[in-house]
């Protein structure tokens, strides 16, 4: 048969204009969007704010989470609009001896931490495949025996 599809739209949770990004949405809605992925987010507390002000819309929210593979890669996403990595983040990626478990480490707290903020996530591994079990698992959220897990 043929898969059911979604009409799904872009969030930017970290834009410096929360109400233009809002208006945003709506626009996007009232064009028959039915769900929404993010930005990737690194700041649960500035997520949080913003889902406050998005959950009166009613639509199943993603928020996109990419695993940190180094400093200078957190570094170049903070020149992206709307994206911020906390400092302490850059730190712990930089100061790691095991980048990839740091990394999934990193991933998994923003997983849990995302949980109860919105619908699900988007895991973005650019390349990191192989993490997306770790992260599942360090989060508490690893796939249960006949559940298959996208990548």
């Known amino acids: 048969g043929a898969p059911d599809l979604y009409l799904g739209g872009a969030l930017n949770p970290g834009s410096s204009d929360v109400e233009v990004e809002l208006q945003k949405m ?20 500035s ?20 695993p940190l593979k180094s400093a200078k890669m957190a570094n170049f996403l903070n020149k992206i609009p ?34 109860d903020l919105c619908a699900g996530v988007h895991l973005m591994t650019l390349g990191w495949f192989h993490l997306i079990g770790p992260i599942l698992e360090l989060a508490g959220v690893a796939a249960q025996k ?4 996208a990548s």
């Open 26 to 45: 709506e626009k996007k809605i009232e064009s028959g969007c039915q769900f929404f992925q993010t930005q990737a987010i690194y700041d649960l507390d």
């Open 47 to 66: 997520f949080e704010k913003f889902m406050k002000r998005a959950g009166s819309f009613q639509l199943p929210v993603l928020a996109g989470i990419i």
């Open 82 to 115: 709307g994206i911020h990595v906390p400092d302490a983040l850059i730190h712990r990626i930089d100061e790691a001896k095991d980048k990839e478990q740091a990394a999934s480490e990193i991933a998994a707290g923003l997983v849990r931490g995302a949980r």
């Open 146 to 149: 006949g559940r298959k897990v």
